[in-house]
């Protein structure tokens, strides 16, 4: 549902009040404010991390880290949930590099992906008929890879939001974007040319 502008400032001068009384010593309300966010970053943590025990792991250590940090948010920089969701993305890629493993990475030439032609990568990556095919194509991405791709397709956040969670430039995350997309449709060729091995 969306809401209106005064509904949103009125909500976020009450979300800097609250912030304000727990800097002020009253802690118990932080479970209030952590309650508003959990589910938001449960499910932003759940698609790096599957194991339902894992994501709600990096879930507790995301807020008890925001907990810990509150007295260093600034709102002129950034919404508290964006900040809130900056802290679960590093925490998320903490988890996942500690007890994961990705598959193995193909090794992809910078000049075959500037090769690849764009109206190819987007027949390849818009092919329901390749879905399994690019469940597995991305998960052979770095973590932050993967963690782009959702934020940005899955969780349709806009560039800016991104770059703060990310702590990169929007013009590095576009050209990301585009070297992911066309990385995936040449790891889609592969799979497809191998059989589809698993």
Do not use: C
């Amino acid at each position: 549902m969306e809401t209106t502008t005064g509904n949103t400032s009125k909500a976020r001068e009450d979300e800097m009040l609250l912030i304000s009384r727990i800097l002020d010593g009253q802690t118990a309300l932080f479970r209030q404010l952590a309650n508003r966010y959990a589910g938001q970053v449960l499910r932003m943590v759940a698609r790096l991390i599957p194991s339902p025990e894992e994501a709600e792991e990096a879930t507790q250590d995301t807020l008890v880290e925001a907990f810990q940090s509150l007295s260093r948010y600034d709102a002129r920089q950034a919404s508290f949930r964006t900040w809130l969701m900056r802290i679960a993305y590093h925490t998320a890629l903490k988890h996942y590099r500690q007890k994961h493993r990705s598959l193995p990475m193909m090794e992809v030439e910078q000049q075959r992906l500037d090769a690849f032609p764009d109206d190819e990568t987007d027949a390849l990556l818009d092919d329901t008929d390749r879905v399994e095919l690019m469940e597995r194509a991305i998960e052979t991405l770095k973590p932050d890879d993967q963690m782009l791709l959702n934020l940005y397709y899955f969780d349709n956040r806009p560039m800016r939001e991104i770059a703060i969670i990310t702590e990169r430039e929007e013009s590095y995350l576009h050209s990301r974007l585009q070297w992911i997309r066309k990385r995936l449709a040449i790891t889609i060729k592969s799979l497809e040319r191998n059989g589809s091995d698993k």
